[in-house]
Every structure is written in C-alpha cells, then in structure tokens.
C-alpha cells in the first residue's frame, strides 16, 4: 500500500523500529518527537495517519490529538495512540478525542501494520464516501436551482396567460377608443417596459389613411400631422409579413423606406401592424426598452399577444360607435317628429342636452356618466310621441284626463328605449326627469337621493329651458327669473344642481339669445 505515516514518540528507538516496518511496507513516514514539533510536521508533511505516543515532551499525545481532530474535521487522517501506561482513564480519552484505536507499549510490529493497513483503507473508503456524496448534493442542489428555476418560469408564463386574459377582456370590453388606446399603452410599457410608444389608426373602415391616435414618451406635435397610407408604403409591407419589422435595418422598399426613416429619426426602433379579417387597421411604432436591454422572443411574443388583443378591440369599439350613431340618429328623427307636433317646443331638446351636459361637466361627473346624462337628456321627451298634438299645443289648462295622458310620457319614453341595450343606462334619466326631491312627482313617487343625479341634473336643465321659452300660455322669463324661480322651487329641484348651473350662467358659458 501506500500513503504518508507522521510517526510521533519521544523515544528514537520505538520511532526506528516502526519507521522501517512501514517503509518496508511501501509507505512514506515522517516523525517527530515532541508534541510542538508533531503539529508543524502534521502540517508540513499531511500525513493520511498519524501513530502518537501518549506521553511526550511539552504538549502530551492527547492535546496533540485534539488538535489534529479540531484540524481534521472530516475525520480524513486517523490517529493510532500508542502508551506504556495501562491506566483505562488513558484509553476512554483517546477515543473521547478521536482516536481511531489504542496499543499498549510493549506492542506487535504485526499489530501496528495491520492497524495502519485496516485504517487506510477505512479512511480511504470513508473519504471517497464523502466526496461521491457531496458531488449528489451538489447534483441535488443544482437539481433544485433547475426546478426552482422552471418553476419561476413556469410562474412567469402562467402569470403573463393571466395578464394575456385579463388585458383580452378589458380590450373587448371597452367601448370608448381613447380608454382602450390608453389601457394598451400603459399594459405594453409596463409589462416590456418601452420607453416610446405610439399608434396611427384608421378611425374608419373607408379611411385611406392611417393617422395619429396617441403615444407615450413622445412628443406628439410632429406626429399629428403625420399620415400613413393604409394600403401602400410601409403599411402595405407589414400587412404581408405581419411581423415586427426593424425599421433601422429592415430591407423595405422605396415609399415603405422613407416612411421607416422619418420614424425612425423620431426614436422608434419597430412598428408592427394590427390586423383584424386580413384588414389593416392600424399600426404600432415602439422604442427600445427604458433598461436599455434586448427584446427577448417571449417578450416580443407577448407584444404580438397584445396587439392582436388591442387591434380587436379597437375595431369592436368601431364598429359600436358606428351603430351607436345609427341608433342616435334614429332617435333624433323621432326626436324631431315630438318638435314638429309642438312648434312652441322646437330646439328644447338640444337645448336641454346641452344644458345638462354642461351642468355634469361643471360638476365634475365621469365620462360614462356624462355620457348617459346627454342620451337621457336627447331622449328625455321621447314619450310625447304617444301624446296627441291638439294636447301639446292647446293654450288653455289641461283637463284632469288630459293631464294624466301628459304625465304618462316619462314612463312610455323609457319603454321606449328599455330594450336598446346602448341606451340601458339612460332609461332611469328619461322616466325620473319629472320626479320631485319631496316625493311628489311623477310617475314612481322618488324623494331626494332616490332620484339618480342624472335625473335630477335633467330635470333642472328642462325646467330651466321650459321657463326661459314661449309657451302658448306665457312669454319667456329672463335667465335670471328662471334661476329665482329654480331656487325657489328646492323641494322639487336639487339646489346643488341649480348652484352649478348659476356657475355656468354668471361665467358667460351659457348665454340667452
């Protein structure tokens, strides 16, 4: 065998006579004779055992023992403690510090080869043992590092469907084109992080051109004035390939060229087209990311993701706003046939959504509701259709019956458009317009907060028209009679509303003729 034996005992011949026992064997030995001396050689030489007298010169066997094991933590180097003396307290130490096995002076060279044979080999084994085992848990970690790795992957994607959906909802839910523009570009930076963005779009189906719709981290002065063919140039080029074109590098041709230039002198590195049924309805231009780095394919995926999200969207909220202005325009026709039974009513129903839209916007409503104020104020008359014309026009005071048939017309209006799914929302403003913060109007009897503020924001806007018109029975009251007559009448109108309405008269926004 082979291997380095440090031989420690304070007597040369003990030392001698194993010394040339190992070498015989095949080993390389070192001694020493002293426990100071022992230490340095067991770090000079690194011996793989160590055969140590227990009583030596200064510092003994044992706390050289202790030294080697505090040294040796792992065990690596066994220790074969040799004494003269029989005293069993010896012997339980030397294994309490990590001794490996005891011999008692007077002892077998047959002995000590043997033992220095079996614990090589032990100790040989053990350290194997110990290395193959911690190549495993360094497997097992790396194994662990991997998993934990696919499964922050495996998170992130599963994150990223998520967001995917939810941003696919929004986008097919919104009805209003600014909002979803607006929704698309704060999605798109905050998920890639772009610095620029910006959208040209076709605001039509029979549009030709492609124009500005909005941005982000840009200056947009130059851009508003800035059209994209829809068919041909650079548009043309995307609608075949339908991917994300680099406009620094990309080979394009001529008029599709110096359309990519001019954009990319603006900062946008790409654009990349939105497509709905192989139409082109828009385009989107983007920068590099704000941290500077590279687009990764996944992240490049998730923008097309996006886009195509994005693209129908803006075509559904087309495509609503459209037959939403064929409704409106149905409307308007019926809206006129109530002005045309009544000449003394003419323009009160412009009037009267103009007034009210004003009134919502000094008061600070949210878009969707001033949305609904202007159908329900437009609408709000729409009931009259079923009231006869000699009613509408008689001069004199009307009949009980005749009045019934007068103040049945806030509930046939909202019957009327109950069913018109865009106009659901404005269906509470036509029937309440009548109703009265006391609980005395008509046609469900509502006292005070009951009454939607759109419905009591038309109902002020209607008065206020209604008493600064001719009718057949009274000449027109000025702006500011009408506005004593308003605040006068606080248990049927909402003095709030009237106050905001006063705002818009003294500030000259709202001026009689």
């Known amino acids: 065998m082979d291997g380095n034996i440090l031989i420690v005992d304070d007597d040369p011949n003990v030392v001698e006579i194993i010394t040339d026992s190992l070498r015989s064997r095949g080993y390389v030995t ?28 200064g510092k003994n066997g044992l706390a050289v023992c202790g030294e080697i094991r505090a040294r040796d933590v792992n065990y690596d180097v066994p220790v074969i403690m040799i004494s003269a003396n029989p005293i069993p307290d010896d012997l339980l130490e030397t294994y309490l510090l990590g001794a490996q096995d005891f011999i008692r002076k007077p002892f077998s060279v047959k002995e000590i080869l043997a033992k220095v044979d079996t614990f090589l080999s032990q100790a040989c084994g053990r350290r194997d043992l110990r290395e193959k085992n911690e190549i495993l848990e360094d497997e097992v970690l790396k194994g662990q590092e991997d998993l934990k790795r696919v499964n922050r992957e495996l998170k992130k994607k599963v994150f990223d469907m998520r967001t995917l959906f939810d941003l696919s909802q929004d986008l097919n839910r919104l009805r209003d084109p600014d909002d979803l523009v607006n929704v698309f570009f704060l999605t798109i930076a905050g998920q890639l992080g772009i610095g620029s963005l910006a959208l040209f779009y076709a605001r039509s189906d029979g549009d030709a051109y492609l124009t500005f719709a909005g941005g982000k981290g840009i200056r947009d002065g130059v851009l508003r004035a800035f059209q994209l063919s829809r068919a041909a140039g650079l548009s043309g080029h995307l609608l075949g390939g339908q991917e994300v074109v680099d406009l620094r590098r990309s080979a394009l041709p001529g008029e599709a060229r110096r359309e990519a230039s001019f954009m990319a002198g603006l900062g946008f590195h790409y654009c990349y087209p939105l497509v709905v049924k192989s139409s082109l309805v828009g385009v989107v231009f983007f920068g590099g990311k704000v941290s500077g780095q590279r687009y990764r394919a996944n992240e490049l995926e998730m923008f097309r993701s996006i886009c195509s999200s994005a693209a129908t969207g803006l075509e559904n909220a087309r495509l609503y706003q459209e037959l939403q202005s064929t409704y409106l325009s149905t409307i308007k026709v019926l809206v006129s046939t109530i002005e045309a039974k009544d000449a003394y009513t003419r323009g009160h129903t412009d009037r009267v959504a103009l007034f009210a839209r004003m009134i919502a916007e000094e008061m600070q409503l949210e878009r969707k509701d001033l949305e609904t104020v202007s159908f329900g104020a437009t609408l709000h008359d729409i009931g009259k259709l079923g009231v006869y014309e000699d009613i509408l026009n008689k001069p004199g005071e009307l009949t009980d019956g005749e009045w019934k048939i007068v103040r049945s017309h806030p509930e046939v209006g909202a019957n009327i458009i109950r069913n018109m799914k865009f106009l659901e929302s404005a269906c509470d403003l036509v029937r309440h317009h009548h109703e009265r913060l006391d609980g005395r109007g008509y046609p469900d009897g509502l006292k005070g907060k009951e009454i939607s503020i759109g419905a009591r924001i038309v109902a002020v806007a209607d008065s206020f028209d209604a008493m600064t018109s001719d009718r057949p029975y009274r000449q027109a009251f000025s702006y500011q009679e009408a506005i004593e007559q308003l605040r006068m009448q606080t248990d049927k109108f909402d003095s709030d509303v009237i106050e905001h309405l006063v705002r818009l008269i003294e500030a000259g926004r709202i001026r009689g003729e």
């Open 30 to 57: 070192e001694s020493a004779y002293n426990g100071e001396d022992a230490l340095r050689k067991y770090e000079d030489f690194k011996p793989d055992l160590v055969v140590l007298d227990v009583v030596l010169p």
